[in-house]
């Protein structure tokens, strides 16, 4: 009989552990949602001679970025992309992950870096060094803000009618 006791006083035990451990990934899972919203939306656009950059930024509750782009280069597939990342003082470090028209099934994915310059974002030109499959700036090596194509500056966000 004791034995009895002792099995169904584990089993209630266990049973309650169980609940705190569900409780607790219910709050982790409502803090991670929580901190994915987002809190404001930038759209931008660069025009270099006949090419065209549009780029949306969600800046979401704890301070990562998300977004689309969409480059529009002369003589090169259009590319449609996501951009995720983090500002780093006034720049914003970014992983494009994109596929062109013609090759929709194929994805690519660049890393970028865009200054905050009073209301232009400025898209850097850095060394990229890809290694094991996975492609970088070189963190030795300074990256050209000055002699750029890409300057993008802020315009109305339009919603995309399907």
Same mark, same amino acid.
């Given at each position: 009989m004791r034995n009895l006791a002792l099995s169904c006083l584990l089993l209630t035990c266990i049973g309650? %552990?169980?609940? !705190?451990?569900d409780e *607790?990934? *219910?709050a982790i899972e409502a803090a991670k949602t929580e901190a994915e919203k987002v809190v404001s939306v930038q759209c931008y656009k660069a025009i270099y001679e006949k090419d065209t950059i549009?780029? !949306?930024?969600?800046?979401? !509750?704890?301070g990562k970025i998300?977004?689309?782009?969409?480059? *529009?280069? #002369? %003589? #090169? #597939?259009?590319k449609i992309g996501d951009i995720k990342g983090e500002f780093h003082g006034d720049t914003l470090f970014v992983?494009?992950?994109?596929?062109?028209?013609?090759n929709k099934n194929t994805k690519f994915k660049n890393p970028m870096a865009l200054l905050k310059r009073d209301k232009q974002?400025?898209?850097?030109?850095?060394?990229? %060094?890809?290694t094991m499959g996975?492609?970088?700036?070189?963190?030795?090596?300074?990256?050209?803000?000055?002699?750029? !194509?890409?300057?993008?500056?802020?315009v109305d966000c339009v919603e995309e009618s399907k």
């Open positions: 309650f %552990q169980s609940c !705190k451990n *607790k990934w *219910k549009d780029l !949306k930024l969600n800046t979401l !509750k704890d998300t977004g689309n782009m969409v480059m *529009k280069v #002369a %003589q #090169a #597939a259009e992983d494009y992950t994109f596929s062109d028209k013609t974002l400025i898209l850097g030109n850095g060394t990229m %060094q890809t996975v492609t970088y700036l070189v963190k030795d090596k300074p990256i050209d803000f000055d002699n750029v !194509k890409y300057k993008f500056t802020t």
